[in-house]
């Protein structure tokens, strides 16, 4: 190849550059065209989505009480917000997608078996967390919230304050559902293995109870709810990971075998 027909030297590594930059930014868009779409279908229900989000503290207001809102804006932004967080929820699957997507070209075979399935995991543990959170963490720690009060004290929640509250809680119990998936990548990835996990349980349970006073309101009740789960769960990611190592020394004896 000749000096005139051979590119400039300064733009032979930016071409790959601009093409994986050219496709981040389709995927990306496709993500938000998908929220945007998501967002536009629920935004009618909008008030419905809110009550439904409400109805653990509703259900447990004594007669007379009834949720308020202290600022002009509320009544219309809080339904606003929780509609949009429910959208990026609802495509969290598509979000996912189009990042594996991205990525997937540059993993080996082995990678990807094991890559894919961790991903459709942490999506259905998320959804699991913020389920558990709403189902079985919301009624206890309202009707706690509620009862131990003095007499005298009507219960009025602010909508906004309510939503902050819930959102952090869906979010601390659905990172939390993720133990699993971080514990099993850890051991598969050689930064520790399982035996050490194993010895270092003691101290795994005393940051879990940590976190669950720094993530909860300051209850034993509430700290309790996400700190035991998160116990299991880690347990779960060593049953997991430990599955796995025996398939892949029964595996490799095999190929010994054969050999």
């Not at 495509?91 to 594996?100: D, F, G, K």
């Not at 598969?188 to 909860?216: A, E, H, N, Q």
Request: contains cysteine; aromatic residues 14%.
């Amino acid at each position: 190849m000749s000096d005139a027909s051979r590119p400039p030297e300064e733009e032979q590594p930016q071409a790959p550059l601009i093409e994986h930059l050219i496709e981040l930014r389709s995927r990306l868009m496709k993500a938000v065209i998908v929220v945007i779409a998501i967002f536009a279908v629920l935004y009618a229900f909008s008030n419905d989505i809110y009550r439904f989000v409400a109805e653990p503290l509703i259900a447990l207001l004594p007669a007379g009480s009834r949720m308020i809102a202290t600022e002009v804006t509320s009544p219309f932004l809080a339904p606003f917000k929780l509609t949009m967080v429910v959208s990026i929820f609802a495509a969290v699957p598509v979000i996912l997608y189009q990042a594996w997507a991205f990525i997937a070209p540059g993993l080996y075979r082995h990678e990807k078996a094991i890559a894919f399935p961790l991903l459709a995991s942490s999506i259905v543990l998320f959804y699991c967390g913020a389920a558990f959170a709403y189902y079985v963490v919301f009624p206890l720690l309202f009707s706690f919230f509620v009862h131990t009060g003095p007499q005298d004290v009507q219960v009025m929640t602010d909508i906004n304050a309510y939503l902050n509250f819930v959102l952090k809680m869906f979010f601390a119990f659905g990172v939390a559902f993720e133990i699993p998936i971080a514990t099993f990548l850890v051991i598969w990835t050689g930064i520790t293995d399982v035996k050490s996990l194993t010895r270092k349980r003691p101290y795994v349970i005393l940051i879990c109870f940590v976190v669950g006073m720094l993530l909860t309101p300051p209850d034993i009740i509430s700290q309790s709810l996400l700190a035991v789960p998160m116990w299991l769960l880690f347990e779960v990611g060593i049953l997991f990971a430990r599955l796995v190592r025996r398939r892949r020394e029964d595996a490799d004896t095999d190929t010994d075998t054969s050999r």
